[in-house]
């Protein structure tokens, strides 16, 4: 650590700053900063550059407190070197914290007094808003503040209750409190108003407010802050650190559990830790699958709307949770992704709520959110058929069906596959859990296949259409039958004109087969799916006669 001597201006090297008392000096970057090798040029060179002023002052007040030396981030660090601003910047907090006394130095406040403009100035100083500042401001045990002109203000706590409504910190971190008594959500929101002229930095300049060490990657933009987040997570099991927000007029529809800047945590004050029985922590860890992490989760109102419960809480109020959903991925079976993300919700703590093991992948470009999850059986729709093509899918929960009503109607999320559609069977259900629409490629005729599971009967289908003899007016009674064979055989409707102009009704014999396949390989979604085809008898082929020639 080098120190700048106080009489000479000279640059000193400590191999334990611990074993000298030194002042430090905090402030916002301008100018003609002095760096190292200004210093190293002379005492002539650098006294010429803008920024030497301010060295000076705290130099001339360091000496007026009985110390010899002064830390000044320009001028002290060589930043030519990755290896030592990357140790610097790991041990930054450390410096502030042993450091006897800090200089707040603002250098845009020209007033002193208890008058307003003095008081407007001192609030809308640009050493509230810097990232770097902030751990400046909490980690000395003194914090003396300075005018331009090095008028000396008042202290860090002369000025405890005005600091706390400009910075949203709480007035305890500002005095004696270990700010490790604060939850990672309140923490991350005192810098969710700051910022850096970097945009790696808004994770570097807060290292020290969770006590953990890191390398520096310029050049990684967003990815810093996510680095950040994980390696909090190795060494903290506090929940809050996924009770965030997004902002914006239009926030992500879906996001994993970690927020992509402090600034998400603006409306995350206020959030203590939640010790109930429901929230007790369990170790979670980021795996190539995503974050593993084992949690309380409750059901929502809504198809597949899960609600993952955090050890946290706003004050004394109810637990926080996060609104989850499950994805379907190729070889992860509990995999989820987290949906409204411009929400946080507050449940009553659960006390025999169920502990449910999940992944959670924090790059959700290339997952759907869906109402579904990994199944042994599924229904596998193929749009293969010349004369029947694979229209709609609807899942519907009800025991009746309104047909004529959209708003009971949604189009399932699925997982597809090229031309296939899979839907998942889940015995659960005890009824049906979905019908495709199937509709024909020369005429209007459609035909609807009721898909689903029975204790009675095992998986099930119900074939009809629109105008079916099981209707009963606006009404279809959802009538399943077991698969007593492979193919289903139905006479439809089909409503047509002549070409005179007249209209014609007719039948038309469809075949609905539905074959079993066993899938194979650890990597499936499903073990056994049931192919579902809709063909128009009228032109099923006919083997052709092959003449074998000598």
């Not at 409204?340 to 790059?363: H, M, S």
Request: with cysteine.
């Amino acid at each position: 650590m080098r120190l700048i001597n106080v009489d000479t201006f000279e640059l000193e090297e400590f191999m334990d700053h611990r074993s000298t008392r030194y002042a430090i000096l905090s402030h916002t970057w301008g100018k003609g900063e002095v760096t190292l090798v200004d210093m190293q040029r002379g005492l002539p060179h650098a006294e010429a550059l803008p920024g030497f002023d301010k060295i000076r002052g705290a130099c001339r007040q360091a000496a007026s407190d009985g110390l010899m030396f002064v830390w000044v981030d320009t001028c002290c660090i060589d930043k030519s070197s990755s290896a030592e601003l990357s140790e610097a910047i790991n041990s930054m907090f450390r410096w502030y914290s042993d450091a006897k006394i800090c200089y707040a130095y603002l250098s845009d406040v020209a007033k002193v007094g208890d008058g307003p403009e003095a008081e407007s100035q001192f609030r809308n100083s640009r050493w509230f808003t810097r990232g770097w500042t902030l751990q400046e401001l909490l980690a000395p045990k003194e914090v003396v503040f300075y005018s331009r002109e090095w008028i000396e203000m008042g202290s860090k706590e002369d000025f405890a209750t005005t600091i706390s409504e400009i910075t949203g910190i709480d007035p305890d971190a500002l005095g004696t409190l270990d700010i490790t008594r604060f939850s990672i959500a309140e923490r991350m929101s005192w810098a969710s108003s700051r910022v850096t002229t970097r945009q790696e930095d808004i994770a570097y300049c807060l290292l020290g407010l969770f006590a953990v060490n890191m390398a520096l990657l310029y050049g990684e933009g967003e990815r810093a802050f996510i680095r950040l987040e994980e390696e909090i997570i190795k060494n903290s099991d506090d929940h809050s650190i996924f009770a965030w927000t997004s902002l914006g007029e239009a926030p992500p529809t879906n996001s994993g559990l970690l927020a992509m800047s402090p600034l998400q945590f603006k409306h995350s004050r206020g959030v203590t830790l939640y010790e109930g029985e429901s929230s007790k922590s369990r170790p979670y860890r980021m795996t190539n699958k995503g974050l593993s992490i084992t949690i309380n989760v409750v059901r929502g109102n809504a198809p597949g709307e899960r609600f993952m419960t955090l050890g946290c809480r706003i004050r004394e109020g109810w637990v926080l949770a996060i609104c989850i959903r499950g994805v379907v991925a190729s070889s992860v079976s509990d995999q989820y992704t987290r949906v409204r993300c411009d929400e946080l919700y507050a449940v009553q703590p659960q006390t025999n709520g169920g502990w449910t093991k999940l992944f959670i992948r924090q790059a959700t470009s290339l997952l759907d959110p869906v109402e579904i999850l990994r199944g042994a059986n599924a229904f596998m729709l193929n749009d293969i058929s010349p004369s029947f093509r694979l229209d709609k899918v609807y899942r519907y929960t009800p025991d009746k069906f309104n047909r004529f009503s959209s708003k009971e109607a949604k189009i399932v999320c699925t997982y597809g596959r090229g031309g296939e559609i899979l839907v998942n069977i889940p015995k659960s259900a005890n009824h049906w859990v979905a019908t495709a629409i199937f509709k024909s490629t020369t005429t209007e005729a459609e035909v609807w296949v009721m898909l689903g599971w029975t204790d009675e009967f095992g998986v099930s289908v119900h074939v009809c259409q629109d105008r079916d003899e099981d209707s009963d007016g606006e009404i279809v009674e959802v009538d399943l039958r077991p698969l007593s064979n492979c193919i289903t055989k139905r006479e439809i409707i089909n409503e047509s004109q002549t070409p005179e102009g007249e209209a014609k009704t007719e039948l038309v014999p469809v075949s609905v087969s539905v074959n079993t396949h066993h899938e194979q390989g650890i990597d499936a979604l499903y073990k056994v799916l049931y192919k579902v085809t809709v063909t128009d008898d009228r032109y099923v082929a006919i083997p052709a006669a092959y003449t074998v020639w000598p």
